[in-house]
């Protein structure tokens, strides 16, 4: 594999390449193989972006329909029957079946352009320039994101140019068993001479992850929902990482029963990994004048089109969802043997997350990376997140057939039994 | 055309939309097609992102090669085949044989993150926190790149939240004929009291694209890059609407001798309208740690390979730019025939741009957008770029046949005549 | 009393001639005079600002002594007598009896121009842009101080510019009983996501004066000196209010064998109330270079002298402090048994504070605004703090008469009694 | 003369002690004397805080009267006697002759505290947080004023924090001869995407003092007042060293028959030196709620008393405004006298200024310091101005006797000639 080229001409600020040193070439579904032809089951699934797998068929082949015929690619925020076709199919198959009322924005594909639009959003929408945002909490790294991104390595290398406008609190469970974190945030919004600038909104993802897949309780959520409803706050749900069917359920918010105010959609949008992003918004909340916000590939139509052949294929009815519970309950519990099997070896680790979003925390990033570095070796894909990177983290693809799955998690516990021994 | 869903659908930021209430469909090169069958000239070109063209066969062919068998989409950033092979081309078509030397990183696929990774690689590199960019400068809107754009409408719709980083200095012929605005830059480099604190870099396009297509004059833009170079400032070339040829050269400050330090491409870097940007750097800059600037779809080799293809079919010679030359004359020569009719009207109206980067500044919006309203209905697809939208902009694809280059002149001339008369 | 002339041209923003509305002429000790010839009680002192009450015989014979000749009054930043007479007593008095060793800065003579400089050269001296303030902090309202201030009503005055560089953390006692807030505190720093920027500094009051009279505990204080020691991170305690024997030690932090690394000192330092302020700073923190921060009125002769008269008077020994102690027990009481008798009506009350710092918390503004409305009815000037104004503050002159004490505390258990009954 | 202990324990922030290496003890009207007995001309006048000299006698008989009994010295924002009769005082002696109205805030007694005040209220009366400052510009060096202020020296010593909310401009002559910087201004006030947020508000010097004793035309100052009304941005003249007569007027901007909205006054304004500013403001501009500006000495009796006595006894009519217009002539053909000398050395050097507030333009700090450097010898203190320190500027108290006026001069001159020769 001829990696020469590569290192020389990408910037140092490559990253994953370090850690998987291999050229790939050819994907399908669960399955990654590098040009000397060696596969890999992957358990990282573009961090999330291919919850569908690599190169799913019906996905593709839609995608090769609209090619066929010489239909527009790019078209900026034109009228396309492409999108219109991506509408009407997210608005019958996702919106009305979960009786949700949004209008939707087309921000620019990546993700961090819609936490930019979001954001601005709530602060148009009600004239404050405070967010709240998380301990831990990732919503990219523009400068406008970062403001709520926890990250020191990018918060770092600004060129010392401070972020402005987002406040951070403590997340679910940050400050331990017993202490409801929700409480210091209601408190500080009764207090005027807290600090705390009364916000535009809170923006908030419902299990973190790149933070180290923290799932936060479902009351924690349903209350949160409450504390900005009583003070006129809007409820930001991040789900760029936990939606699409990730955590179970089409959006991570419905197993507690919560609508948000404004949703920021990315990652698996699109089901085959083209670029793609989308903000949902109460109607009310829509105060853009036209072309207030911009970006040149908001009219992506391969996305509109893989993305309306994904809720096509995968989400007409519940069955998909309830495959990624079932499976989420078999990582779960294997996560939670490896885990218990760490913990005898004098190891602090526990399991976590929500349905194929999932973790082992092993308590330092050293620990981790001998474990992933060795699933590595042993043809397993997997990644660390965490702010250490303590946390072995399970991203698979949502498609992925039980015998990848199980094989998979088979390499894992012989890795952490083979680096931990 | 059923546009319903998508009026209720969609934000109100939607904006091209209410140019062109068509819904369209199909695309060719310089054709549009609505739904109903009506063809139009294409004149916008995804906004200078299709400089090949809607479709182009050959680049949508290594489009379907790479579709056709299971090759990985979406790579983060691993090393990938497509990648190696893009990397490859573009050192040997485009760097070699211009005796550049660049290390390249891909920030996120759209020229907002490109202007975030390169101004935030500026001020790490020099330890500066500020960059000065020029009156009607555009680069984007997340909020580090809107520090440096000039216009009004995204800026003051950010919540209330001012930009950091970014000082404004006139551009190119801003202060009048017979002023160099360099001179003032220069002053207040040299004064300790001037209220510049020191720049890391300056970015600049030498087309302002959005801007009104002001193209600087070449010997201002070798003169800032020798202030650049006298004051240890790094100059940033953003082109990303003037690059990939665009202005009749692969870059657009080919024309000017000069190299930059920093240059950004976004835009028809694919070839296919497909989301993809670069960052180049000169190597003892890429002072990135990995990890410090991420982004999910940095590694979508889609684009990777639609934009080699671009490159290797044409870019190995100076045919096409010579071609995109001529036709550049054509459209001056034929732009300043209607801007002298424009002027016989009582109208100040001028010809300005470089290659096939054109406009003709007509004084107003609203003089400017009763021509474009009448070519649309004439079956020309044709937008207004400046301050006030004063300026009829022509960026047509590269690729355009003469007949339907001249053929939109015509609708063009018609128009103009029969708005104004 | 004449107060038309006052109420049409002062601007509304003034406040305590709202809550007083008598014009005052004439002051001793802890007796304000009005116009009428109406004696009141002050347990206000200027805010802090009279410590040694109002005219007092010894530091005012001084200053008259100074002004018998013609000594230089203004002095800019020149070396004079006057300064170094200042200088001199402080180290003397102050400095080498607690074995403190400090360089000075005389920033300008107001507090707001105190913690300016001190946290500038807490960010110059460590190179970071962050500054750590607590919930319920009060550092001053110019745009670098109020980035550390957490009332609203000051921050929400910035006419949309959000503050820059300050970030919040519950002060002691702010999560509850039972929580050490310093955990939290801890935990952030530790924690490579948690979104707080490595501070270069931490600034806290001891005993939040405007606040609502919170008293740190000791330990707290003590540990919150060990985890900036152990992060690399300077303490600076803003003595603005809690200085100058206000707590029954010349600096607040004595009584927890804190040494901070710099310290801020105004209000009572001048001794007779003219305005004047100071920086302590460890002698190797001293980064600034000369004349990088400046100010007109750093110079002010007349405070210099005022201020070495006081330091003379009442700390050659203990007995000042010891007084102050025993006062301060004696308020304690007092307001303990106010408090008490509060409950009783089935109000929330309890007593707080340190030395003379001293206050009643009645759990709402309105209430507290009752008593103190009664209380200036019957002669008594007193005021209130905390975010909503629900706290009775006690800042009587440190001098005061036990005498005009009892008589002060007894005018305020009248008016608890008869505005609460 | 002892400065071991000042050298010791000040700060390495002191500067003008450098310049000036001696200890002061007494001054009278334009005379320092040192510890040593050697006397000197002031031509510094605590940089423009002296206007009526050191000691004037008559106002220092007022400050005596007021201290002969315990009026009151410190009244936060009390209603005093004292406060009352100074606005009584400066509506009658200066509002009304004038023919203007204004109301008048009490911000704190520094000038940055005042332009801290004026900035913030003007973007909230106007909704807008932008504040255009000018070139060369010195309005203080809290974060809020040092967003105005153009000197790199502070601009670089705030830690990394970028200043926030200011945008500059070139000041009156700043772009040479023949160009009328406010064609700048106006050009981008009406251009969408110049950059420049549109302003709430205007911050100017008439007269320049740290700056260089630029005295901007008068014209030019109409033509601003002229721009701001049409764009309804505020005008704010920064009065704090040229107002009070330093310029031959009260208020700087007399001279050009404009009418500011906003008015900030320090320095001279309480007439000896006390620490003490003012906002004055047009009444319907007065947006603040009671208590959203404060400090604690913003009611400094002293100053109050002091600042009357002085308008009494300088501004009942117009003689002193008169003599220091003669005063100012003399200078001037002086300093044009040296320049011309200097200039016949082969040095640049011109003279420059509005009455009493005049300079010499040497064209080097060296050069400036070396003739400082020698006057300071010969018995005289003069300090420099301007970017580079290059311009010899002469503040002198406008009370100076014609005897040590000449004096000083011919010193200067002398001083030139021997260190240039």
């Known amino acids: 594999m001829q990696t020469q080229t590569l290192e020389r001409m990408e910037s140092n600020v490559r990253t994953y390449s370090r850690a998987f040193p291999v050229v790939f ?3 399908q579904n669960a399955r990654l193989t590098d040009e000397a032809g060696r596969e890999y089951i992957d358990f990282l699934a573009g961090a999330g972006t291919l919850n569908y797998g690599h190169n799913n068929p019906q996905i593709k082949q839609a995608l090769l329909d609209y090619l066929a015929e010489d239909n527009i690619v790019h078209g900026l925020d034109f009228f396309t029957a492409a999108k219109r076709h991506y509408l009407e199919t997210f608005e019958e198959v996702i919106l009305k079946p979960r009786g949700l009322d949004y209008k939707v924005q087309f921000p620019g594909p990546t993700g961090t352009n819609a936490v930019e639009a979001a954001i601005r959003l709530a602060r148009n929408a009600k004239g404050r320039h405070n967010i709240v945002t998380f301990t831990n909490g990732f919503h990219g790294v523009t400068m406008g994101a970062l403001a709520t991104t926890g990250n020191r390595k990018f918060r770092e290398a600004t060129g010392g140019v401070p972020t402005v406008g987002g406040s951070f609190l403590p997340y679910d469970g940050y400050l331990g068993e017993g202490t409801d974190t929700l409480d210091y945030f209601e408190k500080l919004l009764g207090d005027k001479s807290g600090g705390l600038d009364v916000p535009a909104g809170v923006i908030v993802e419902t299990v973190q992850g790149e933070g180290g897949i923290n799932a936060c309780g479902l ?12 003070h006129d706050i809007l409820l930001i749900v991040d789900d760029i990482q936990a939606g699409c ?6 959006f991570s918010f419905e197993h507690a029963g919560v609508v948000p105010d404004i949703v920021t959609n990315s990652k698996s949008l699109s089901g085959l990994g083209l670029p793609f992003s989308q903000v ?5 909340l829509d105060v853009w004048k036209p072309g207030q916000y911009n970006g040149t590939f908001r009219g992506f139509a391969l996305a509109f089109t893989t993305a309306a052949a994904a809720l096509e294929h995968f989400w007409r009815d519940d069955s998909f969802a309830e495959e ?12 939670g043997r490896i885990a218990a099997w760490i913990r005898e070896q004098g190891i602090e680790a526990s399991e976590r997350g929500r349905g194929l979003m999932r973790g082992i925390d092993v308590g330092s990033g050293d620990i981790a990376d001998k474990i992933t ?15 250490d990177g303590e946390v072995v983290k399970c991203l698979c693809p949502l498609t992925i057939p039980d015998e990848d799955l199980l094989k998979g998690l088979d390499i894992l516990e012989e890795s952490a039994k083979s680096a931990l021994r």
């Open 324 to 335: 990624v519970q079932r499976k989420g309950e078999i990582v779960a519990e294997r996560f």
């Open 280 to 284: 949902l918004m109460r109607p009310e």
């Open 219 to 230: 009351e924690w959520l349903k209350r949160l929902e409450g504390i900005c409803r009583a």
């Open 245 to 250: 069917g990730r955590t179970g359920k089409f």
């Open 373 to 387: 570095g060795k699933a590595f070796e042993n043809g397993l894909v997997i990644e660390t997140s965490g702010q």
């Open 25 to 27: 070439t050819k994907a």
